[in-house]
């Protein structure tokens, strides 16, 4: 949802600055930015003959960016159509970057994408980012060069499931891959903008610090996965604990963190630990708000088309789907549990199918960890950390299942609590930003939280429904209604449902001869207010009305104006209100109308199953 956005919190004198932080332009641009006439210098000789026609002139022109017209609507005056564009985006990107700033990212970078020459716009989009407020700890694959540098040593690369056999060579390949692609990353992080760009905005004094401070260290202990099923694997590591209050200091210093892949023992070994794996657990230990995955291609369902958006439930059941053909599938279900967490009909929330994108949420937090070692939660008193899902091998390489070990890892990690993973094509220019920015992404999100215990209203929901709203109706807030209206309408209503208990409610009245429909009592239970559990309702309602074809939204209010007018909301007359909805309304609570323009959604999440 995009958020009203007031056109005077921009100047429109500086709003060629933003831009100049990165090296590349933002991702809206359709072309670089250069200076086709550049502002001509006030000259004392000018007479004020010669400047009647002139400069006077636009002046008043330029006068009319904050003034009114006669109409009493807000014109602004632009130089060019590119100008006018650039505002126009810059102010509606507005609400993600104040949503991202002071978020923490875990990135992870697959080893394609790293040998590729995409990685630099990445890197870019990356610093531009970091400059925005973002944290970042970048996670970089390394297999391609490993597996390069072994073959022009004469070596077989050897793996066994998803786990490497490090050998002595392998060993020495994984630390010089790991080692170029460190300094790799911190060399194309380095450069800050361009001097001639800021040179009229900034401060000489930082003209020549590096763009981008990096951090690196022996931020992973590792353990040797040893001898499993008869196969030594050498010094191949697995994930013991993540160092989260070193890496906490280096992101709040405003530093960029690279985790290597490479571990270390307490005994003083550098162990080979599988790049997902730490990624994975780095994101669950340090409590990412999102799990970046950029891959070298797009996921697609059967038919050929981008998936943009996945319940983790719907998630869970595809992959326990290929359970019995794909053995990472298999390794997933074992490390999350065999219960299998996918919708039950009789439960009546929001459910999935597998043609259907649309969902509710697990409400716990699944203890991530694998059962396969001493130390990690097998009882014996020995430290409990954070372990990730390991993806690797010869499935993941052949691409036999397509990218189901990606998908796989996603669904471990939101079933860890992060609440959203992103799975981006790193061959689409600027991706980063365009999932990031644009409001429906540009590539597969996977959501654990989403729509959690929303559901369609039941009959058995009344009292629920009348113990959350009744204050609300006794302060004034809400209209009154008596439990045979409140009855009359609950086909109308949504609810949210947490261990049995309904915590918020809100109601869809649909207009479809004007495609409009009404929002209305839109509560939360008291302790659970500031959960975002009203948005959440919104945002379905609003889904919901766009999936019936209704193209605005309306609503009556009295005390809430603020809240719906930061989510888009703004003040109409009561001739945009239908006919059949006027004549109904109570005229002495002396309410404000307010209306919002829902736009075309190709998000990919649908909510069609919840009103079957």
């Known amino acids: 949802m995009v958020t009203p956005y007031s056109s005077h919190c921009l100047s429109l004198q500086n709003y060629h600055l933003l831009p100049f932080l990165s090296a590349k332009p933002l991702f809206f641009f359709s072309k670089n930015l250069h200076v086709k006439n550049p502002p001509r210098r006030f000259s004392p000789f000018l007479s004020s003959s010669s400047n009647e026609g002139g400069w006077s002139s636009k002046l008043a022109s330029r006068r009319k960016v904050f003034g009114e017209t006669g109409s009493g609507s807000i014109e602004e005056g632009y130089n060019s159509v590119e100008d006018k564009q650039f505002v126009k985006w810059f102010r509606e990107a507005w609400p993600y970057l104040w949503a991202h700033r002071g978020s923490t990212f875990v990135v992870i970078i697959s080893g394609e994408t790293v040998s590729s020459p995409f990685l630099d716009s990445i890197l870019k989009d990356i610093a531009f980012l970091h400059h925005l407020g973002i944290k970042f700890v970048l996670v970089p694959g390394t297999h391609v060069q490993i597996d390069s540098l072994l073959s022009e040593r004469g070596h077989e690369p050897k793996y066994v499931g998803q786990y490497r056999i490090t050998d002595s060579e392998a060993l020495a390949a994984s630390m010089e891959a790991a080692g170029k692609i460190r300094i790799m990353i911190e060399t194309k992080l380095s450069p800050g903008p361009s001097i001639c760009n800021i040179r009229r905005h900034g ?37 013991k604990k993540v160092d989260v209050t070193r890496m906490r200091e280096r992101l709040d210093g405003g530093c960029i963190v690279v985790l290597s892949n490479l571990g270390y023992s307490s005994s003083g070994e550098v162990l080979n630990c599988n790049t997902y794996e730490v990624a994975t657990a780095c994101a669950l230990a340090i409590g990412a708000d999102k799990l970046i995955c950029i891959i070298d291609g797009p996921i697609l369902d059967e038919s050929g088309h981008l998936i943009r958006f996945l319940t983790l439930e719907e998630a869970d059941m595809l992959i326990r789907k290929r359970a019995k053909q794909s053995e990472i599938a298999a390794h997933y279900v074992k490390a999350v549990g065999e219960e299998d967490c996918t919708f039950h009909e009789h439960n009546g929330s929001v459910g999935i199918d597998a043609s259907s994108q649309n969902g509710k949420s697990l409400s716990g937090r699944h203890n991530a960890t694998f059962h396969n070692g001493v130390g990690f939660d097998n009882g014996n008193g020995l430290w409990s950390g954070e372990q990730g899902f390991a993806i690797g091998g010869e499935e993941r390489q052949s691409r036999l299942n397509g990218y189901l070990s990606e998908l796989a890892a996603a669904a471990f990690v939101c079933k860890g609590g992060v609440q959203r993973v992103h799975l981006l094509d790193g061959t689409i220019g600027g991706v980063l930003l365009l999932e990031l920015f644009k409001r429906d992404g540009m590539g597969t999100m996977v959501a654990s939280d989403l729509y959690e215990g929303t559901r369609m209203a039941r009959a ?87 999936s019936l074809g209704l193209e605005t939204l309306f609503l009556l209010t009295t005390r809430t104006a603020d809240w719906f007018t930061r989510r888009g909301f703004s003040e109409c007359s009561i001739q945009l209100i239908p006919e059949e909805r006027r004549k109904k309304i109570n005229l002495s609570r002396n309410s404000k109308y307010y209306t919002k323009k829902l736009l075309p959604d190709t998000s990919g999440i649908s909510v069609d199953r919840a009103f079957s």
Request: aromatic letters at 8%; glycine letters at 10%; one cysteine or more.
């Open 460 to 546: 058995t929901d009344l009292a629920g429904i009348r113990q959350i709203i009744q204050p609300l109706e006794e302060s004034g807030t809400l209209v009154r209604r008596t439990d045979e209206e409140l009855l009359k309408a609950l086909d109308f209503f949504v609810v949210v449902e947490r261990e049995g208990q309904i915590i918020a409610c809100a109601a869809l009245f649909p207009f479809f001869e004007e495609k409009c429909g009404e929002v209305a009592a839109i509560a939360v239970s008291p302790e659970c207010r500031g959960q975002g559990q009203g948005d959440k309702l919104l945002d379905f309602i609003e889904r919901r009305a766009s």
């Open 203 to 239: 401060d000489s004094s930082r003209w020549h610090d590096v763009g981008v401070s990096v951090a690196s260290g022996n931020f992973l202990a590792a353990k040797r996965r040893g001898v499993v099923e008869g196969v030594d694997f050498g010094a191949t590591g697995e994930v």
